[in-house]
């Protein structure tokens, strides 16, 4: 059990005086409030995901890292945890969108779609531009947060952030 330890704040004690990353929760986990007081931090879950995109973050605790790959949403985390961690798979996985950053070759005129290319739902499109070098678009309502764009991208400009925090974002 976590004892009521909280990972955020081991970041002062280390140095990291900026706010760390904020965790991304796996597919179907409850509240990541909740989540840590119940995780044993087993690491069955990290086993379990072909992808291999679940690692030990902040506190020993599972999140992801989409620089590893993309989710495909097999639900084999869920599967193997042994805590009532994970919500009915009924349910939407998350509420995590791409963001795709300033740091985007296509906004530096230099032509790149890579991200386009490895988006399924093809929630990311890039337009014709009128004497210019095209620039991507998210559609936030066609995006399941599945993590592709973000390995794809060779100037990691992408991140993929919860939608409640996108809002607060400039």
């Known amino acids: 059990m ?4 909280d990972p955020t704040r081991r970041a002062l004690l280390r140095g990291r005086l900026r706010s760390p990353a904020k965790a991304l929760p796996l597919p179907w986990a409850i509240p990541w409030s909740d989540f840590v007081a119940g995780c044993s931090r087993c690491g069955d879950c990290l086993a379990a995901c072909p992808e291999g995109i679940i690692v030990q973050g902040d506190g020993g605790f599972p999140t992801l890292n989409f620089q590893h790959g993309e989710c495909t949403f097999c639900g084999a985390c869920a599967d193997a945890c042994n805590e009532p961690l994970f919500l009915p798979r009924e349910q ?3 509420q995590l969108v791409a963001r795709i950053g300033e740091g985007c070759l296509a906004f530096g005129q230099v032509f790149c779609q890579s991200c386009q290319d490895s988006c399924e739902p093809r929630a990311i499109r890039f337009s014709p531009a009128p004497r210019g070098i095209p620039v991507p678009t998210l559609t936030v309502a066609d995006c399941t947060g599945c993590g592709a764009c973000v390995a794809a991208c060779p100037a990691q400009a992408i991140r993929v952030i919860d939608s409640k925090d996108a809002s607060h974002e400039a």
Do not use: E, K
């Open 2 to 5: 976590s004892q009521g330890v």
């Open 92 to 94: 939407t996985p998350w």
